[in-house]
Nanobody
Framework: VQLQASGGGLVQDGGSLSLSCAAS????????MAWFRQAPGKEREFVAA????????LLADSVKGRFTVSKERMKTTITLQMNSLNPGDTAVYYC????????????????WGQGTQVTVSS
């Protein structure tokens, strides 16, 4: 399964961005899909995940109330809506996918996209 992330860019403090991740294979409609991010000099961290049906989501505490993740049932694209962005959100955002239930650690994901840069200026 190949994952293609898009939608990154430069935004001012307090602004919004929407990231999308599209999977190349229809089997991904049954996968849990997630977003991770990695800032320079830091480890990759979990941001959000959504179950294959779109009915269950998990968000990192650092983004709760600001970010939402969504997926339509039987679709192979997910969206990460990011609001109230701050400079601490600056990172490369990676899309990931796996079979089975949601987990919040990167070792649990089998498939990874190439990443998209999000930069929040102060």
């Amino acid at each position: 399964v190949q994952l293609q992330a898009s939608g990154g860019g430069l935004v001012q403090d307090g602004g919004s961005l929407s990231l999308s991740c599209a999977a190349s294979d229809r089997t991904a409609s049954f996968y849990t899909m997630a977003w991770f991010r990695q800032a320079p000099g830091k480890e990759r961290e979990f941001v959000a995940a959504v179950s294959w049906s779109g009915e269950t989501t998990l968000l990192a505490d650092s983004v709760k109330g600001r970010f939402t993740v969504s997926k339509e049932r039987m679709k192979t694209t997910i969206t990460l809506q990011m609001n109230s962005l701050n400079p601490g959100d600056t990172a490369v955002y990676y899309c990931a996918a796996k079979g089975g239930a949601i987990v919040d650690f990167h070792e649990g994901y089998e498939y990874w996209g190439q990443g998209t840069q999000v930069t929040v200026s102060s």
